[in-house]
């Protein structure tokens, strides 16, 4: 893990409203991510939040 990894972990975590210890457990498959979470993470990137539902 780098800085950069860091930096851009605890952003997205600030954007979607979530400690960066919640955006740890979702990357290492540890917490589901929930329709609340898919939607936040989808307005941040501009995507559709199914993406992260249908996995």
């Known amino acids: 893990m780098t800085?950069?990894?860091i930096s851009i972990g605890t952003t997205l975590?600030?954007?979607i409203q979530i400690t960066q210890g919640d955006l740890s457990?979702?990357?290492k498959g540890?917490?589901?991510i929930g329709k609340d979470?898919?939607?936040r993470i989808?307005?941040?990137f501009g995507?559709?939040?199914n993406l992260?539902?249908?996995i």
């Open 37 to 39: 979470i898919a939607q």
């Open 52 to 54: 992260f539902l249908q």
């Open 30 to 32: 540890k917490r589901a």
């Open 13 to 15: 975590a600030a954007a």
């Open 42 to 44: 989808s307005k941040a």
């Open 47 to 49: 995507i559709n939040p």
């Open 3 to 5: 800085l950069a990894d």
């Open 25 to 27: 457990k979702i990357e």
